[in-house]
């Protein structure tokens, strides 16, 4: 069983910034793909970015790429969202997830098994 904590949101500004970070117990994280969801309130839950398991891939959704960067660090076991530039529409509750089989497109949630219980991020304007 994978156990996955994300850390880092908060209330910011518009243009402002924020790290978020997902720390997991596993032995080995570089086995898994990491990717980060999230979710606005009456909104279905949306991919936001992925990186493959040895981290040389990465994936955004179109309305972050250039803003946001997604980055793991197998040492500390550990994977990490960028995000610069924010915008009220980012606001949601982002989600840390892990897939170590699926070999499916990183942007369906289906593909992953293990989730994080989530960090609220709220950007006002």
């Known amino acids: 069983q994978v156990q996955l904590v994300e850390s880092g949101g908060g209330l910011v500004q518009a243009g402002n910034s924020l790290r978020l970070s997902c720390a997991a117990s596993?032995?080995?994280?570089?086995?898994?793909?990491m990717g980060w969801f999230r979710q606005a309130p009456g909104k279905e839950r949306e991919f936001v970015a992925a990186?493959?398991?040895?981290?040389?891939?990465?994936y955004y959704t179109d309305s972050v790429k250039g803003r946001f960067t997604i980055s793991r660090d197998n040492a500390k076991n550990t994977a990490y969202l960028q995000m610069n530039s924010l915008k009220p529409e980012d606001t949601a509750v982002y989600y840390c997830?892990?897939?170590?089989?699926?070999?499916?497109?990183?942007?369906?949630?289906?593909?992953?098994?293990?989730w994080g219980q989530g960090t609220q991020v709220t950007v006002s304007s």
């Open positions: 596993v032995r080995t994280l570089s086995e898994y793909a």
């Open positions: 990186i493959s398991s040895s981290g040389d891939k990465t």
């Open positions: 997830t892990a897939r170590k089989y699926y070999s499916g497109s990183y942007s369906q949630a289906i593909g992953y098994d293990y």
